[in-house]
């Protein structure tokens, strides 16, 4: 979804925005505009939790 965005972040890369920069907009804002799907957890079942963690991030799920 992000990936034409991906070259205009690059060091010295000619920011251009085309078609495909606006299609990823236009999801991406479609996508965060839309509720998630939540649903609490069933009682007895297995629940994961997976994180990860870089230098300047951190990101977890909740499975």
Not at 8 to 20: G, I, M
Request: hydrophobic share 45%; charged share 20%; proline share 5%.
């Amino acid at each position: 979804m992000c990936h034409p965005f991906s070259a205009l972040v690059k060091k010295d890369a000619r920011f251009h925005w085309d078609e495909s920069c606006q299609e990823a907009f236009e999801s991406i804002k479609r996508y965060l505009m839309n509720r998630p799907v939540l649903a609490a957890p069933i009682l007895g079942r297995l629940l994961i939790l997976y994180t990860t963690t870089l230098d300047e991030s951190l990101g977890a799920l909740l499975a």
